[in-house]
């Protein structure tokens, strides 16, 4: 796959996914470095405040639900 050219990559429908699988060892050295993910939904919350102060925490917050009721029938 690594010696195709891009015109065979192209051919194939391989060039995004070549380019990827190239580029994974780079990613992995960026991201060696965390050690902890943080997922919550409450930015004022403990582990978001927690999160925020830590250089090697990932804190990925999501969007709050909206609790909805549902009629049974």
């Given amino acids: 796959m690594f010696s195709k050219s891009d015109a065979e990559l192209t051919k194939m429908g391989a060039v995004i996914t070549t380019r990827e ?18 997922i919550t939904c409450a930015p004022d919350g403990h582990l978001a405040q927690k999160a925020e102060n830590e250089v090697n925490n990932l804190l990925l917050l999501m969007p709050a639900r909206v609790q909805t009721t549902r009629a049974l029938l």
Avoid: G, K, N
Wanted: hydrophobic share 35%.
């Fill in 21 to 38: 699988i190239q580029q994974q060892p780079e990613l992995w050295h960026e991201t060696w470095s965390i050690y902890q993910v943080s």
